[in-house]
């Protein structure tokens, strides 16, 4: 079974900067493709980021754009997303998840993802 776990979450201030990791076990992270997401309380998940199978492949979403950056390290077995420039409208649970597809073009949906993490909080105050 796939297990996922992310880290770094924190207390920042707006402007600042954190990484967060997704540390995938149980499997090699080399076969999966990973998305983050995050939610904010009283709003739906939203998608964030995706890579594919490679540094080459990722996509973001618009309100991240140019401020967050996702790589992979597939011999630690982790996902990364560093988030620059951080701003209060950016406090969330942040999740990663898993899937063995890569889709291409825009990030896929939460439901085409198999597996999730139980997510690491953000908050950015003003």
């Known amino acids: 079974q796939l297990q996922l776990v992310e880290s770094g979450g924190d207390l920042v201030q707006s402007g600042g900067s954190l990484r967060l990791s997704c540390l995938v076990s149980?499997?090699?992270?080399?076969?999966?493709?990973i998305g983050w997401f995050r939610q904010a309380p009283g709003k739906e998940r939203e998608g964030v980021s995706c890579?594919?199978?490679?540094?080459?492949?990722?996509n973001y979403a618009d309100s991240v754009k140019g401020r967050f950056t996702i790589s992979r390290d597939d011999a630690k077995n982790t996902v990364f997303l560093q988030m620059n420039s951080l701003k209060p409208e950016d406090t969330a649970v942040y999740y990663c998840?898993?899937?063995?597809?890569?889709?291409?073009?825009?990030?896929?949906?939460?439901?085409?993802?198999?597996?999730w993490g139980q997510g690491t909080q953000v908050t950015v105050s003003s």
């Open positions: 998840a898993a899937n063995v597809v890569w889709y291409g073009g825009s990030c896929p949906s939460a439901v085409l993802y198999d597996y």
């Open positions: 890579i594919g199978f490679s540094d080459t492949n990722t």
């Open positions: 149980g499997s090699s992270l080399g076969y999966y493709a």
